[in-house]
């Protein structure tokens, strides 16, 4: 079992720059995927970006590259979602959630926080 919490959401202009932190606690180790995902108003939950606990594998949704990057602090059981040049179409609940890989494959994100609302003026 895992437990994640978000937090570090808020209110920023556009262009502004945001960082999300997702602490983890439970039978974390080397092996889960930590995942970033957001549902803006009426649409559907999208991914964002994920890295593996370990560190040594991240992955990012196109329209993120280059403006977020993912990180994991080993110490503090937390990884962050740090945001820049942040646009209003970025605006939504941010989700982190957790996965345990089968045979390396994530097939379900069988663990979720309770989502840290970002808001982005123009």
């Known amino acids: 079992q895992v437990q994640v919490l978000e937090s570090g959401g808020g209110l920023v202009q556009a262009g502004g720059s945001l960082r999300l932190s997702c602490a983890a606690s439970g039978r974390t180790d080397g092996r889960y995927y930590i995942g970033w995902f957001r549902q803006a108003p009426g649409k559907s939950r999208e991914f964002v970006a994920r890295i593996r606990w370990s560190g040594d594998s991240t992955t990012y949704a196109d329209f993120v590259k280059g403006r977020f990057t993912v990180s994991r602090d080993k110490a503090k059981n937390t990884v962050y979602l740090q945001m820049i040049s942040l646009k209003p179409e970025d605006t939504a609940v941010y989700y982190c959630?957790?996965?345990?890989?089968?045979?390396?494959?994530?097939?379900?994100?069988?663990?979720w926080g309770q989502g840290t609302q970002v808001t982005v003026s123009s």
């Open positions: 959630a957790a996965a345990l890989p089968v045979a390396g494959v994530i097939r379900s994100w069988d663990y």
